[in-house]
């Protein structure tokens, strides 16, 4: 049973360019979290979706972020126009159902480079 | 106010010494879950533990236990005989009320250091 993926791993973009990071959830999973960790810092979350619903953005920069999960294939995380700041890693985590979960899997997490 | 605050950014530990990591939480949620995380220099974040609010005893996941006390909302980590493996850093995150959705909050982590 494998667990959440991640890809790529490393991702490398110069500024202004677009960043797609991929998620797929452990298998039976139908909600997916996204979080963003800087250098030195712990996670912080960014936006929480169900298959083809986004159900809390809250945490997710207002402008060149976005974020889906069709119902076939992964979950992406789009950055458009990347800048410098963007530099960090991210990571996904999906769970079976909506509420109260006891143990939460991460992905590998993608790090991402912006020259 | 921070929600979770970890305020040892940095501990060193004997090998096969036991050590305490600390962790402060604040809500006002009265159903709620803590998380410990480990997250070695290779950078992927490995689930260690659970403790849920209701939970009358302290979570235990081999060499991993969680000194959980309630009233001074303290969630702190041990690791019994520490081994070189365990230098990482380590994350304390909580889950809040179960109709907020499962998203965590972590705190700024602490880095652990084992001596050998």
């Known amino acids: 049973n494998a667990g959440v993926m991640q890809n790529p791993r490393h991702l490398v973009r110069r500024r202004g360019q677009e960043a797609r990071l991929r998620c797929s959830p452990m298998?039976?999973?139908?909600?997916v979290y996204w979080y963003r960790q800087l250098p030195e810092e712990g996670l912080k979350f960014m936006v929480y979706l169900q298959k083809e619903n986004i159900i809390d953005e809250s945490g997710m920069p207002k402008e060149r972020f976005s974020a889906e999960f069709p119902k076939e294939g992964p979950s992406i995380l789009r950055i458009q126009q990347v800048v410098r700041g963007d530099s960090a890693a991210y990571f996904c985590a999906s769970s079976p159902r909506a509420l109260g979960i006891t143990e939460a899997f991460f992905g590998q997490g993608t790090r991402l480079t912006v020259v | 106010a921070q929600k979770i605050t970890q305020t040892q950014p940095g501990m060193f530990v004997q090998e096969k010494e036991a050590v305490t990591l600390d962790c402060t939480y604040d809500t006002s949620d009265q159903s709620y879950g803590l998380f410990w995380y480990k997250q070695p220099s290779s950078g992927e974040m490995i689930f260690l533990i659970y403790?849920?609010?209701?939970?009358?005893q302290n979570a235990t996941e081999g060499r991993y236990s969680l000194n959980f006390q309630k009233a001074r909302k303290s969630a702190n980590l041990v690791i019994s005989a520490s081994q070189l493996g365990d230098s990482a850093m380590y994350f304390c995150a909580m889950r809040e009320s179960p109709n907020a959705g499962n998203m965590l909050t972590f705190g700024g982590g602490t880095r652990l250091m084992v001596k050998p």
């Open positions: 298998k039976g999973h139908s909600h």
């Open positions: 403790q849920g609010s209701y939970d009358e």
